[in-house]
Structures are given as C-alpha cells and as structure tokens.
C-alpha cells in the first residue's frame, strides 16, 4: 500500500513540476479581439463563425484560452504540428503576424462556448468522471483536473486548454494521437503524451463524454 501511495505521488509530482518548469510563462502575451475579428473568415468553415464547431470532429475554438489557440497556431504555422483538415488553411496562417495570430486567439477567448450534451449511458457517465477526477493511479493514468481544473476550464498561465464542452469525436482523437505520440507538438505534448499512454478506448471515450457534457459554473 505504502509503494502505491509513493508511486502515485511521484506521478502527480512528476507532471506537475514538469508543467511549473517547462510550460508557465512568466508572462503572457494579450492579443486585441478586434484585430482577430476580421481575420477568422477562413476559419469559420470549419469552426463557426463565433467558434462553435458543427461538426463533432471540429475543435470548439470559443471561450479557449488565448495561450493554448495562439501556441497552436504557432505550431501549425512553424510546420511543427501538422493536420490534413488544417493544412488548406497553412498558406493563409503564413501569412499573419504572431500579433494578427494574438488577435485571432483573443477574440476566439472572447466568445461564449456552447454547452455539451453528454451520452446518457450511467456506466460510461460514471467511468468519465472517476478517471476525470481521480485518475487510476495503479495504471499511472494522473487524474485530468491536475491540469484542467475541476470544471475544465483549463489553465489559462500555463496555456492548458478548457476542455469543457468540447466536441466529442475531437477529444477521442486527441487523446489517441498523444497516446500514440502521433501528437508531439511543444511541451505540454510531452505531459499529455503521459497521461494518456495507458487509456484504453474504452477510457478515452468515457473521458471524451464526460468532458464534452462538463459545465463550467
């Protein structure tokens, strides 16, 4: 019992003092919303015209924190993370300044995201939220509020996203690229690459319908 207890402090030590390390700034950027404004048109095909995605395999974009969409642009632009959906959009992103790309992030922030609908399936309900809140230590899976936060809005210092009200069938994918390491764009790739190397499917979806259905208060 003794061992169990000092391994899973270890884990929850060893992300987050990786996080506090590698990934908080020691300052953050702001963008003008204004400028973004203007500048998503291309954008909206896929994720709405205010950042609300359609499709369940579309990121939601709206009320993300401006760290996470701007570093995200960055690694699309900078070629270090690539996506076949995205890559029509590359040349457009080429040509933006890291200030035009700020804007875009601050006025995708400044949007009100949509609330999910979590699948009503009591059993999956239950596993999303007990590997959400708690974990499973055992099989070195850290619990995701360590980065996310209790209600999923992530953590806007360190650029960890909010991942309440995500779209489904985009947060299974996710998961499975950082389990896979198909994801390994900056740092925080890195953490989500360890959390997520010991998901079953059976996991990722319970966690991707729990996610999808949290309401932030």
């Given at each position: 019992m003794l061992k169990f207890f000092l391994m899973a402090s270890t884990l929850l030590y060893s992300i987050n003092t990786f996080a506090a390390d590698k990934i908080m700034p020691e300052k953050i950027s702001v963008g003008d919303p204004e400028v973004g404004s203007s500048l998503v048109s291309?954008?909206?095909?896929?994720h709405g015209s205010d950042g609300n995605s359609l499709n369940g395999s579309w990121p939601n974009l709206a009320g993300q924190n401006?760290?996470?969409t701007y570093d995200q642009?960055?690694?699309f632009q900078n070629g270090s993370r690539q996506n076949v959906l995205m890559s029509s959009v590359i040349e457009y992103l080429n040509t933006l300044t890291d200030e035009q790309l700020l804007g875009i992030a601050a006025f995708?922030?400044?949007?009100?995201?949509?609330?999910?609908?979590a699948t009503n399936d009591e059993e999956l309900l239950a596993l999303g939220e007990k590997l959400y809140r708690a974990g499973d230590l055992g099989k070195g899976i850290p619990a995701c509020t360590a980065?996310?936060?209790?209600?999923?809005a992530g953590n806007?210092?360190?650029?960890?996203?909010k991942v309440s009200g995500q779209q489904k069938g985009?947060?299974?994918s996710t998961l499975k690229e950082y389990?896979?390491?198909?994801?390994d764009a900056g740092a925080y790739s890195l953490v989500m690459q360890s959390a997520s190397a010991n998901l079953t499917d059976r996991q990722i979806e319970a966690l991707a319908n729990y996610m999808h259905g949290l309401y932030e208060n």
């Open positions: 291309t954008c909206a095909a896929c401006q760290k996470y642009l960055k690694y995708y922030e400044s949007q009100s995201s949509n609330v999910g609908q980065c996310h936060s209790p209600n999923g806007i210092q360190a650029g960890f996203p985009y947060l299974e389990r896979s390491q198909k994801r």
